[in-house]
Protein backbone atom coordinates (compact mmCIF):
# COMPACT_ATOMS: atom_id res chain seq x y z
CA UNK A 1 0.00 0.00 0.00
CA UNK A 2 1.44 3.39 -1.27
CA UNK A 3 1.88 6.66 1.29
CA UNK A 4 -0.68 8.85 1.08
CA UNK A 5 -0.15 12.54 -0.29
CA UNK A 6 0.18 14.89 2.58
CA UNK A 7 -1.34 18.13 1.69
CA UNK A 8 -0.54 19.51 5.26
CA UNK A 9 1.40 22.16 6.73
CA UNK A 10 3.78 19.47 8.50
CA UNK A 11 4.63 16.70 8.55
CA UNK A 12 4.19 16.07 5.00
CA UNK A 13 5.70 13.77 2.03
CA UNK A 14 8.87 13.17 2.04
CA UNK A 15 10.96 11.06 -0.85
CA UNK A 16 12.18 8.27 -1.19
CA UNK A 17 15.81 8.60 -0.21
CA UNK A 18 14.63 10.72 2.91
CA UNK A 19 12.74 7.89 4.47
CA UNK A 20 15.31 5.03 3.26
CA UNK A 21 17.83 7.34 4.98
CA UNK A 22 16.42 6.21 8.48
CA UNK A 23 16.86 2.85 8.08
CA UNK A 24 20.16 2.16 9.50
CA UNK A 25 21.26 3.29 13.41
CA UNK A 26 24.20 5.07 13.88
CA UNK A 27 25.77 5.46 17.30
CA UNK A 28 24.77 8.78 18.73
CA UNK A 29 28.40 9.31 20.42
CA UNK A 30 29.78 8.11 17.19
CA UNK A 31 32.25 10.53 14.80
CA UNK A 32 30.36 9.72 11.94
CA UNK A 33 27.18 11.12 13.40
CA UNK A 34 29.08 13.95 14.86
CA UNK A 35 30.28 14.78 11.22
CA UNK A 36 26.82 14.83 9.86
CA UNK A 37 25.33 16.87 13.15
CA UNK A 38 28.26 19.78 12.29
CA UNK A 39 27.89 19.67 8.40
CA UNK A 40 23.79 20.15 8.80
CA UNK A 41 24.85 23.08 11.36
CA UNK A 42 26.85 24.67 8.83
CA UNK A 43 24.05 24.07 6.06
CA UNK A 44 21.31 25.79 8.21
CA UNK A 45 23.49 28.61 8.31
CA UNK A 46 24.10 28.72 4.27
CA UNK A 47 20.37 28.78 3.87
CA UNK A 48 19.86 31.24 5.61
CA UNK A 49 22.45 33.23 3.90
CA UNK A 50 24.74 33.95 6.96
CA UNK A 51 27.84 31.75 8.58
CA UNK A 52 29.67 30.87 11.39
CA UNK A 53 32.39 33.70 10.89
CA UNK A 54 29.71 36.41 10.59
CA UNK A 55 28.46 35.34 13.95
CA UNK A 56 26.02 33.27 13.77
CA UNK A 57 25.11 29.77 14.90
CA UNK A 58 22.73 27.23 14.46
CA UNK A 59 21.75 25.43 17.36
CA UNK A 60 19.61 22.21 16.97
CA UNK A 61 17.00 21.04 19.57
CA UNK A 62 15.43 17.62 20.29
CA UNK A 63 11.76 17.59 20.02
CA UNK A 64 9.10 19.66 17.80
CA UNK A 65 9.24 23.23 16.45
CA UNK A 66 7.23 24.53 19.53
CA UNK A 67 9.97 22.98 21.80
CA UNK A 68 12.24 25.12 20.42
CA UNK A 69 10.41 27.56 20.51
CA UNK A 70 9.81 27.14 24.36
CA UNK A 71 13.78 26.69 24.51
CA UNK A 72 14.29 30.11 23.14
CA UNK A 73 11.65 32.05 25.46
CA UNK A 74 13.28 30.27 28.70
CA UNK A 75 16.48 30.89 27.77
CA UNK A 76 16.95 34.64 26.38
CA UNK A 77 14.78 36.42 28.36
CA UNK A 78 16.43 37.95 31.45
CA UNK A 79 14.77 37.68 34.46
CA UNK A 80 13.42 41.25 34.53
CA UNK A 81 12.62 41.06 30.98
CA UNK A 82 9.50 41.39 28.82
CA UNK A 83 8.19 40.15 26.03
CA UNK A 84 6.03 42.07 23.23
CA UNK A 85 4.12 39.44 20.99
CA UNK A 86 2.69 40.76 17.60
CA UNK A 87 -0.02 37.79 16.95
CA UNK A 88 -2.33 37.68 14.16
CA UNK A 89 -2.89 33.51 14.58
CA UNK A 90 -2.85 30.52 16.82
CA UNK A 91 0.74 29.96 16.50
CA UNK A 92 1.35 33.90 17.60
CA UNK A 93 -1.21 33.45 20.63
CA UNK A 94 1.08 29.78 21.38
CA UNK A 95 4.66 32.28 22.42
CA UNK A 96 2.05 34.25 24.62
CA UNK A 97 1.10 30.61 26.21
CA UNK A 98 4.44 29.55 26.97
CA UNK A 99 5.47 33.22 28.07
CA UNK A 100 2.95 33.36 30.48
CA UNK A 101 3.69 29.48 31.85
CA UNK A 102 7.21 30.63 32.61
CA UNK A 103 6.53 33.18 33.87
CA UNK A 104 7.75 36.19 31.95
CA UNK A 105 6.39 39.83 31.66
CA UNK A 106 4.44 39.63 28.37
CA UNK A 107 2.18 41.65 26.41
CA UNK A 108 0.15 40.90 23.09
CA UNK A 109 -0.59 43.02 20.89
CA UNK A 110 -3.40 41.18 18.19
CA UNK A 111 -4.25 41.64 14.92
CA UNK A 112 -7.35 40.28 12.60
CA UNK A 113 -6.20 36.69 11.43
CA UNK A 114 -6.51 37.92 7.84
CA UNK A 115 -4.42 41.12 8.53
CA UNK A 116 -0.86 41.69 8.50
CA UNK A 117 0.66 43.43 11.98
CA UNK A 118 0.90 46.88 11.20
CA UNK A 119 4.33 49.19 11.42
CA UNK A 120 3.22 51.89 12.49
CA UNK A 121 1.07 50.11 15.01
CA UNK A 122 3.99 48.22 16.39
CA UNK A 123 6.69 51.67 16.67
CA UNK A 124 4.09 53.01 18.85
CA UNK A 125 3.79 50.07 21.30
CA UNK A 126 7.49 49.60 21.57
CA UNK A 127 7.60 53.41 22.82
CA UNK A 128 5.13 52.80 25.49
CA UNK A 129 6.37 51.97 28.84
CA UNK A 130 7.38 49.60 30.50
CA UNK A 131 8.74 48.83 27.08
CA UNK A 132 9.40 45.56 25.84
CA UNK A 133 13.51 43.93 25.92
CA UNK A 134 12.21 41.47 23.33
CA UNK A 135 9.64 41.27 20.14
CA UNK A 136 8.18 37.29 19.05
CA UNK A 137 5.98 37.47 15.81
CA UNK A 138 5.41 34.57 13.89
CA UNK A 139 6.53 35.22 10.08
CA UNK A 140 4.13 32.86 8.04
CA UNK A 141 0.92 32.04 10.55
CA UNK A 142 0.36 28.60 9.45
CA UNK A 143 -3.45 29.44 11.25
CA UNK A 144 -3.54 30.92 8.03
CA UNK A 145 -1.03 31.02 5.54
CA UNK A 146 -0.90 34.68 5.75
CA UNK A 147 3.21 36.25 5.28
CA UNK A 148 4.14 38.95 7.91
CA UNK A 149 6.51 41.52 6.77
CA UNK A 150 9.22 40.43 9.04
CA UNK A 151 12.01 43.07 7.54
CA UNK A 152 9.78 46.52 8.25
CA UNK A 153 9.08 44.70 11.53
CA UNK A 154 12.57 44.20 11.89
CA UNK A 155 13.89 47.66 11.24
CA UNK A 156 11.33 49.04 13.86
CA UNK A 157 12.08 46.60 16.65
CA UNK A 158 16.11 46.86 16.08
CA UNK A 159 14.96 51.03 15.79
CA UNK A 160 14.10 50.38 19.65
CA UNK A 161 16.79 48.39 20.96
CA UNK A 162 14.84 45.16 21.28
CA UNK A 163 15.91 41.47 20.62
CA UNK A 164 13.93 40.12 18.03
CA UNK A 165 12.32 36.23 17.95
CA UNK A 166 11.25 35.26 14.89
CA UNK A 167 8.70 31.91 14.50
CA UNK A 168 9.57 30.70 11.00
CA UNK A 169 8.45 26.94 11.11
CA UNK A 170 6.29 27.30 8.29
CA UNK A 171 8.59 29.38 6.39
CA UNK A 172 12.47 28.62 6.43
CA UNK A 173 13.28 26.92 3.14
CA UNK A 174 10.72 27.61 1.33
CA UNK A 175 10.38 31.26 1.49
CA UNK A 176 13.46 33.30 0.36
CA UNK A 177 15.20 34.61 4.09
CA UNK A 178 18.82 36.89 3.64
CA UNK A 179 19.45 36.96 7.72
CA UNK A 180 22.47 38.79 7.42
CA UNK A 181 20.20 41.56 5.76
CA UNK A 182 16.85 41.18 8.64
CA UNK A 183 17.83 42.24 12.43
CA UNK A 184 16.78 39.09 13.36
CA UNK A 185 18.30 37.75 16.78
CA UNK A 186 16.80 34.64 16.80
CA UNK A 187 14.72 32.22 14.22
CA UNK A 188 13.20 29.12 15.04
CA UNK A 189 12.35 26.32 12.71
CA UNK A 190 11.87 23.18 12.13
CA UNK A 191 12.85 19.82 10.03
CA UNK A 192 9.95 18.98 8.84
CA UNK A 193 8.83 21.56 6.88
CA UNK A 194 9.40 23.39 3.76
CA UNK A 195 12.65 21.66 4.59
CA UNK A 196 11.35 17.84 4.02
CA UNK A 197 12.66 16.25 6.51
CA UNK A 198 10.94 14.12 9.44
CA UNK A 199 9.31 15.32 13.00
CA UNK A 200 11.97 14.42 15.67
CA UNK A 201 14.11 17.88 15.88
CA UNK A 202 13.99 21.77 15.54
CA UNK A 203 16.69 24.48 15.24
CA UNK A 204 17.34 27.84 16.48
CA UNK A 205 19.59 30.07 14.20
CA UNK A 206 20.86 32.85 16.47
CA UNK A 207 23.44 35.58 16.62
CA UNK A 208 26.14 34.31 18.41
CA UNK A 209 26.30 37.76 20.60
CA UNK A 210 22.74 37.75 21.91
CA UNK A 211 22.72 33.97 22.62
CA UNK A 212 25.94 34.25 24.64
CA UNK A 213 24.69 37.38 27.11
CA UNK A 214 21.81 34.64 27.98
CA UNK A 215 24.19 33.09 30.90
CA UNK A 216 22.16 32.19 33.69
CA UNK A 217 18.88 32.94 32.22
CA UNK A 218 17.33 29.55 31.52
CA UNK A 219 14.70 28.47 33.35
CA UNK A 220 15.29 24.39 32.04
CA UNK A 221 17.49 22.32 31.74
CA UNK A 222 16.76 20.06 28.76
CA UNK A 223 15.71 23.11 27.29
CA UNK A 224 18.43 25.54 28.25
CA UNK A 225 19.58 27.04 24.51
CA UNK A 226 23.10 28.09 25.62
CA UNK A 227 23.99 25.11 27.85
CA UNK A 228 22.69 23.26 24.13
CA UNK A 229 25.25 25.10 21.60
CA UNK A 230 27.92 25.18 24.08
CA UNK A 231 27.59 21.14 24.07
CA UNK A 232 27.78 20.73 20.59
CA UNK A 233 30.56 23.18 20.42
CA UNK A 234 32.44 21.60 22.86
CA UNK A 235 32.45 17.76 21.67
CA UNK A 236 30.20 18.25 18.79
CA UNK A 237 27.38 16.36 20.69
CA UNK A 238 23.86 16.55 22.11
CA UNK A 239 23.44 16.62 25.75
CA UNK A 240 20.57 14.12 25.67
CA UNK A 241 19.76 11.56 23.22
CA UNK A 242 19.50 13.18 19.67
CA UNK A 243 17.08 11.67 17.18
CA UNK A 244 19.66 9.94 15.24
CA UNK A 245 17.24 8.85 12.63
CA UNK A 246 15.31 11.90 11.94
CA UNK A 247 18.91 13.50 12.14
CA UNK A 248 20.22 11.13 9.33
CA UNK A 249 17.02 11.83 7.58
CA UNK A 250 17.21 15.45 7.66
CA UNK A 251 20.93 15.15 6.38
CA UNK A 252 19.20 13.47 3.13
CA UNK A 253 16.62 16.45 2.93
CA UNK A 254 19.27 19.16 2.99
CA UNK A 255 21.09 17.44 0.02
CA UNK A 256 18.25 17.04 -2.02
CA UNK A 257 17.33 20.70 -1.60
CA UNK A 258 20.95 21.48 -2.89
CA UNK A 259 20.13 19.16 -5.83
CA UNK A 260 16.56 20.97 -6.62
CA UNK A 261 18.72 24.39 -6.37
CA UNK A 262 18.43 26.16 -3.62
CA UNK A 263 15.20 27.77 -1.87
CA UNK A 264 14.65 29.67 -4.84
CA UNK A 265 13.67 27.05 -6.74
CA UNK A 266 12.19 25.04 -4.10
CA UNK A 267 9.72 28.14 -3.74
CA UNK A 268 9.26 28.48 -7.17
CA UNK A 269 7.94 24.34 -6.66
CA UNK A 270 5.84 25.60 -4.43
CA UNK A 271 4.54 28.91 -5.87
CA UNK A 272 3.52 26.38 -9.10
CA UNK A 273 1.92 23.66 -7.07
CA UNK A 274 -0.61 26.84 -5.43
CA UNK A 275 -1.36 27.89 -8.92
CA UNK A 276 -2.30 25.21 -9.73
CA UNK A 277 -4.49 24.69 -6.66
CA UNK A 278 -6.52 28.13 -6.80
CA UNK A 279 -8.12 27.56 -10.81
CA UNK A 280 -9.36 24.04 -9.53
CA UNK A 281 -10.67 24.81 -5.88
CA UNK A 282 -12.38 28.03 -7.33
CA UNK A 283 -13.71 25.84 -10.39
CA UNK A 284 -15.58 23.96 -8.26
CA UNK A 285 -16.74 27.38 -5.90
CA UNK A 286 -14.17 27.16 -3.06
CA UNK A 287 -13.14 30.79 -2.23
CA UNK A 288 -10.05 31.65 -0.42
CA UNK A 289 -9.74 33.00 3.35
CA UNK A 290 -7.00 35.43 2.72
CA UNK A 291 -6.56 38.52 0.57
CA UNK A 292 -4.23 37.89 -2.34
CA UNK A 293 -1.73 40.28 -1.42
CA UNK A 294 -0.83 38.60 1.92
CA UNK A 295 -1.20 35.31 1.20
CA UNK A 296 2.12 32.65 1.05
CA UNK A 297 2.84 29.72 -1.26
CA UNK A 298 2.87 27.50 1.83
CA UNK A 299 -0.80 26.96 2.77
CA UNK A 300 -4.16 27.90 1.67
CA UNK A 301 -7.28 28.58 3.83
CA UNK A 302 -10.47 28.06 2.13
CA UNK A 303 -13.63 28.66 3.27
CA UNK A 304 -16.06 25.49 3.58
CA UNK A 305 -19.51 25.58 1.16
CA UNK A 306 -22.60 27.08 2.25
CA UNK A 307 -24.91 23.94 1.18
CA UNK A 308 -25.55 22.07 3.97
CA UNK A 309 -24.71 18.56 2.66
CA UNK A 310 -20.90 19.44 3.29
CA UNK A 311 -19.59 17.92 6.56
CA UNK A 312 -15.91 18.31 6.91
CA UNK A 313 -15.20 14.84 8.67
CA UNK A 314 -16.86 13.10 6.06
CA UNK A 315 -15.05 15.28 3.20
CA UNK A 316 -12.00 14.79 5.00
CA UNK A 317 -12.18 11.03 5.84
CA UNK A 318 -13.22 9.95 1.54
CA UNK A 319 -10.48 12.31 0.21
CA UNK A 320 -8.10 10.25 2.84
CA UNK A 321 -9.32 7.08 1.08
CA UNK A 322 -8.46 8.10 -1.75
CA UNK A 323 -5.01 8.93 -0.77
CA UNK A 324 -5.36 13.02 -0.35
CA UNK A 325 -4.75 14.39 3.33
CA UNK A 326 -5.81 17.57 3.85
CA UNK A 327 -5.55 20.19 6.88
CA UNK A 328 -8.49 21.02 9.20
CA UNK A 329 -9.25 25.08 9.79
CA UNK A 330 -8.05 27.16 12.47
CA UNK A 331 -9.12 30.40 11.84
CA UNK A 332 -11.41 31.29 15.04
CA UNK A 333 -13.87 33.45 13.22
CA UNK A 334 -14.80 31.34 10.16
CA UNK A 335 -15.33 27.81 8.75
CA UNK A 336 -11.83 26.55 6.76
CA UNK A 337 -10.13 24.35 5.71
CA UNK A 338 -6.18 23.96 4.90
CA UNK A 339 -4.46 22.64 1.97
CA UNK A 340 -0.92 22.87 2.04
CA UNK A 341 1.55 22.91 -1.64
CA UNK A 342 4.72 21.93 0.31
CA UNK A 343 6.52 18.65 0.62
CA UNK A 344 7.55 16.35 -1.73
CA UNK A 345 4.49 17.38 -3.98
CA UNK A 346 3.97 18.39 -7.87
CA UNK A 347 1.47 19.93 -9.82
CA UNK A 348 0.47 16.25 -10.90
CA UNK A 349 -0.14 15.78 -7.19
CA UNK A 350 -2.27 18.92 -6.76
CA UNK A 351 -4.34 18.00 -10.34
CA UNK A 352 -5.15 14.63 -8.73
CA UNK A 353 -5.65 16.12 -5.07
CA UNK A 354 -8.80 18.33 -7.17
CA UNK A 355 -10.03 15.72 -9.19
CA UNK A 356 -10.47 13.55 -6.03
CA UNK A 357 -12.56 16.74 -4.53
CA UNK A 358 -14.72 16.80 -7.22
CA UNK A 359 -15.54 13.30 -7.15
CA UNK A 360 -16.05 13.73 -2.86
CA UNK A 361 -18.62 16.72 -3.29
CA UNK A 362 -20.88 14.85 -6.16
CA UNK A 363 -20.80 11.77 -4.01
CA UNK A 364 -21.37 14.19 -1.06
CA UNK A 365 -24.58 16.15 -3.20
CA UNK A 366 -22.95 19.07 -2.59
CA UNK A 367 -24.75 21.00 -5.33
CA UNK A 368 -24.05 24.50 -4.14
CA UNK A 369 -20.85 26.06 -3.25
CA UNK A 370 -20.05 29.85 -2.80
Same mark, same amino acid.
Given at each position: ?????????????????????M????????????????????????I??????A??????????????????L??V????????????G?Y???????????????????????????????????????????V????????????????????????????F?????????G???????? &???????S??K????? &???????????????S???????????? =?????????????????????? =?????????????????R????????E???????????????????????????R? &????????????????????????????H????????????????????I??I????T???V????
Amino acid at each position: MSDPLLFTPGPLTTSAKVKAAMQRDVGSRDSEFIGIVAEIRSELLRIGGVSKEAGYEAVPMQGSGTFAIEAVLSSVIPPDGRLLVLANGAYGERIRQIAERLKIAVSINRWPEDESPNVVTVWRLLRQQPRPTHVAIVHLETTTGILNPIDEIGAVVREHGCRFIVDAMSSFGGVALDLAAL &PVDYLVSSANKCLEGV &PGFSFVITRRGALQESAGWARSVSLDLL =AQFEALESNGQFRFTPPTHALL =AFAQALAELREEGGVPARAERFRRNREALLPGMRQLGFREYLKPECQSDIITSFRF &PEDAAFEFAKFYRRLAERGFVIYPGKVSHADCFRIGTIGRLSVGDVNGLIAAIERVLTEMNVQRVS
